[in-house]
């Protein structure tokens, strides 16, 4: 067993154009393949999303970014069934991806930007323990996705915790 690489998350939002420019402006993501629109038109594409939306499926736009190290942002904006913003779009104690996290060390910077962007900050920023310089802060973009701002790398964060802190 080996641990695999993240490729991607898939997030959806309500107007495509708008949030590749924002995850380009805001975040910093380097577009890889601009919006391009997919139907239920029987070609070997629509098959395959099909068959992975189900009968309700009928079409959306689609666009690909990458983060700074690789990983990439899959956005899709489906036209039938629209997408919708959750009135409750932090569910954490339902299963599945409930936020994604980028690492800036100018936390602030980075949460007045996406306030000042149609986003909102959704916590202070937090100093995860007194001894360590280690910071978050939870923000989500205009269409409800969480985004976690962290100061330093998972890795860091995380190891020299448990590092610190073995039973």
């Given at each position: 067993m080996y641990p695999r690489n993240m490729n991607h998350v898939g997030l959806t939002v309500t107007d495509i154009e708008e949030a590749v420019?924002?995850?380009?402006?805001?975040?910093?993501?380097?577009?890889?393949?601009?919006?391009?629109e997919a139907k239920d038109d029987g070609s070997h594409f629509a098959d395959i999303i099909s068959d992975i939306f189900g009968n309700n499926f009928d079409s959306l736009k689609i666009a690909h970014l990458a983060t700074g190290d690789g990983i990439g942002i899959e956005l899709f904006e489906f036209s039938k069934p629209k997408s919708e913003r959750p009135e409750n779009n932090f569910e954490f104690w339902k299963t599945g991806i409930f936020h994604i996290c980028v690492t800036d060390p100018?936390?602030?910077?980075?949460?007045?930007?996406?306030?000042?962007?149609?986003?909102?900050?959704?916590?202070?920023?937090?100093?995860?323990?007194?001894?360590?310089?280690?910071?978050?802060?939870?923000?989500?973009?205009?269409w409800g996705n969480v985004v976690e701002i962290s100061s330093h790398s998972y890795e860091q964060t995380w190891a020299n915790y448990y590092n610190a802190h073995k039973p």
């Open positions: 420019g924002w995850y380009q402006e805001v975040l910093g993501f380097t577009l890889v393949m601009p919006p391009i100018e936390i602030e910077l980075l949460a007045e930007s996406i306030s000042n962007t149609g986003g909102r900050q959704r916590s202070k920023v937090w100093k995860l323990w007194p001894d360590k310089p280690y910071r978050v802060c939870y923000c989500e973009d205009p």
